[in-house]
């Protein structure tokens, strides 16, 4: 398996523009988070999805932003308006249930909103 | 209070040396503990998870005390490779919770 991929690895935006993020988890797992990391605030949970419903959003700073699971191998997270204070590496990790309980991590998106 | 708590450092140590990272958790009813490794730029990954018993892999040594709810990690005979930041992480149901992270290191 090819592991968590994200796309892009890397987005220069300016303030004002919508910014998508995307995420194709591990086949089989059952579980998809999204994370924000600063070097403010360390690494925090944004949201999280099980068999593509979203569990807890609690994370999701505003309303600026939103996240779907529209299938078990596809996930977004959109910020719409993006601010200079989004500028973080986001992350998207998936997890099965049950099997070592590991979560694994994709390679992450560099934000930078000017 | 936070779910997880480990002393951020930095810890600067001399190769060789060993060196070792705690972490406290809030919930009881946590189930599962690890510790992941994290370089500079990168994404997390998983370095060992922590069993009651105590688990080792190589220079590696990780404990678990549920009484106290505290997580430990020993490196010995430290290489110039370790350095990165370790991150304590906690499953408390179906939710993974993250230490700030300890950075790490190692000066030839």
């Known amino acids: 398996d090819a592991g968590v991929i994200q796309s892009p690895r890397h987005e220069v935006t300016e303030m004002g523009q919508e910014v998508t993020l995307r995420c194709k988890p591990i086949?089989?797992?059952?579980?998809l988070f999204w994370y924000r990391q600063t070097m403010m605030r360390g690494l925090e949970l944004l949201i999280y999805?099980?068999?593509?419903?979203?569990?807890?959003d609690s994370g999701m700073p505003e309303d600026r932003f939103s996240a779907k699971m529209p299938n078990a191998s596809f996930s977004t997270l959109k910020i719409q308006p993006s601010e200079p204070r989004d500028s973080a590496v986001y992350f998207c990790?998936?997890?099965?249930?049950?099997?070592?309980?590991?979560?694994?991590f994709g390679p992450g998106t560099r934000l930078t909103v000017l | 209070r936070k779910e997880v708590e480990q002393d951020p450092g930095p810890f600067n140590v001399p190769e060789g040396a060993t060196v070792a990272f705690n972490c406290t958790y809030s919930?009881?009813?946590?189930?599962?503990f690890f510790w992941y490794r994290q370089d500079c730029r990168k994404e997390p990954k998983l370095l060992m998870s922590?069993?009651?018993s105590g688990n080792e892999d190589g220079r590696f040594t990780a404990q678990l005390n549920r009484a106290s709810q505290y997580i430990s990690l020993l490196i010995r005979d430290s290489k110039l490779s370790d350095s990165a930041t370790y991150l304590c992480?906690?499953?408390?149901?179906?939710?993974?919770?993250f230490g700030t992270g300890t950075s790490l290191t190692v000066i030839p």
């Open positions: 992480v906690v499953l408390t149901g179906n939710q993974f919770y």
């Open positions: 086949s089989g797992h059952d579980y």
């Open positions: 999805f099980n068999n593509n419903v979203p569990i807890d």
């Open positions: 990790a998936s997890w099965k249930q049950g099997a070592f309980n590991e979560q694994f």
């Open positions: 919930n009881s009813a946590s189930q599962s």
């Open positions: 922590v069993y009651s």
